[in-house]
């Protein structure tokens, strides 16, 4: 997801410059002030219960606010991404923010905050209220509006700041001037992005062959947990030898081997553009500790594929594969395969389950040949995870 928050003093443009981003983007539109204002013209509830408040310059309550936001998040569960115009704009809502886009398991990209200094914004404002019909658009509400924002909404920049996705952008030139300023620091904070993907899908599915390709195509570090331990088994290390055992029975090696494994790579890899992980997370718990491993360096996952093919197509490929140089010492035996397969529909099911609740699971037809898969997988997330867009 790409979440920005647009930020700035009134009339600095953070209306005006929203409709290019959101189109630009595909990001989904929440505006605080357009929602109340919307709701006072209804005249609902919530709209009565903030209208005095905005008509005289001053902030509705947090509480109001998190019920805009979370009803607007919840009408819209596969958006691409979240702009948001006037809000967070006090601290507590910063919090409310944090707290809200973690449990999409997602989290603010970048605040791009408009400069414009206060004369300007005067002028601005005057000029807008001539025609606006907007009821804060005159002279002594204008002043308290703009007396909030130095009060209460001002040190939220500090907020982002201390997180490093604050950026400040001069609000005066053109319309495309500014424009092309806000985008590029959108274009900059995705390039600091990791981009982190999982595939799942029966062993002998073509995770790893499609996890190669993809690692190539997005730049991306492969982590293949199984390849690791087979490496760590052939040196003979300490991990190594205490996960050989399970290794060869065909059973999930215990979790904090994996996790010391998976922090080495991803320290070691800092640097790339992301991860793609493949054999873990395999059980729920490990989802949920992939998730920690990732929130703790500030990022989360991206999307999740799962590689459709049947049971018996899976036998098959794997029977296949233990003819030929490239078998594993757990495709010989037909028990160890069976025990395989039904490791993954007992526990890594689960793990499956726990992202498509999260709305990240794209299921991909996995037969076929090798580059009919990848362009399966390449497409919808080229579509849905608009990384580059032009
Ligand atoms: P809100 O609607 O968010 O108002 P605001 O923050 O005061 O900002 P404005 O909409 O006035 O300005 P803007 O930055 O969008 O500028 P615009 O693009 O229109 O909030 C209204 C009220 O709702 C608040 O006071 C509060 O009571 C309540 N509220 C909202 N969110 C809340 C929250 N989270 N918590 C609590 N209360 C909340 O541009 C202004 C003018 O300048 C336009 O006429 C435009 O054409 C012109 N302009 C734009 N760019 C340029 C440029 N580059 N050069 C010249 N002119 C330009
Ligand atoms: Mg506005």
Redesign the pocket.
């Known amino acids: 997801m790409l979440n920005i928050a647009l930020f700035?003093p009134?009339?600095?443009?953070?209306?005006?410059q929203s409709s290019r981003l959101v189109e630009k983007y595909n990001l989904t539109y929440i505006?605080?002030?357009?929602i109340?204002r919307e709701e006072i013209k209804e005249g609902t509830v919530l709209g009565m219960k903030a209208k005095d408040?905005?008509e005289k310059?001053?902030?509705?309550s947090d509480e109001i606010?998190v019920q805009i936001i979370e009803a607007k998040i919840k009408r819209n569960p596969y958006a691409n991404g979240f702009l948001f115009?006037?809000?967070?704009?006090t601290i507590v809502?910063a919090y409310i923010l944090e707290g809200m886009l973690f449990k999409m398991n997602t989290r603010l990209t970048c605040m791009l905050s408009l400069e414009v200094p206060k004369k300007e914004l005067m002028k601005?404002?005057h000029?807008?209220g001539k025609s606006s019909g907007r009821a804060?658009d005159t002279e002594e509400v204008i002043q308290n509006?703009l007396k909030e924002y130095d009060e209460k909404t001002y040190p939220v920049a500090k907020f982002y700041k201390d997180k490093g996705i604050y950026n400040g952008i001069n609000?005066i030139?053109?319309?495309d001037d500014?424009f092309k300023r806000l985008d590029a620091a959108v274009q900059k904070s995705l390039e600091d992005r990791w981009v982190n993907l999982i595939l799942f899908g029966y062993p002998g599915s073509g995770k790893g062959t499609q996890a190669r390709m993809l690692a190539e195509r997005y730049n991306l570090h492969y982590i293949s947990t199984g390849k690791i331990l087979r490496q760590e088994i052939k040196d003979n290390t300490d991990i190594g030898k205490l996960a050989k055992p399970y290794m060869e029975k065909g059973a999930i090696v215990p979790d904090e081997y994996a996790i010391k494994l998976i922090e080495r790579k991803m320290e070691e890899n800092h640097k790339s553009n992301g991860f793609i992980f493949k054999g873990f997370p395999r059980t729920m718990v490990q989802a949920y500790i992939l998730d920690g491993m990732l929130h703790k360096v500030g990022s989360t996952i991206t999307s999740v594929f799962e590689l459709k093919i049947s049971a018996t197509e899976a036998v098959k490929r794997l029977v296949d594969r233990s003819k030929t140089d490239q078998k594993r010492p757990y495709d010989m035996q037909i028990e160890t395969i069976i025990s395989r397969l039904e490791e993954y529909e007992q526990r890594t099911l689960m793990a499956k389950d726990f992202y498509d609740k999260k709305h990240l699971l794209h299921v991909v037809d996995g037969q076929g040949t090798e580059e009919e898969v990848l362009k399966r997988i390449t497409d919808r997330f080229d579509n849905t995870i608009l990384r580059n867009p032009r």
Do not use: Y
């Open positions: 700035g009134p009339g600095a443009g953070k209306g005006t505006s605080t002030g357009d109340l408040v905005i310059g001053g902030l509705a606010i115009d006037g809000f967070p704009r809502q601005r404002l000029e807008r804060d509006r609000g030139g053109t319309l500014v």
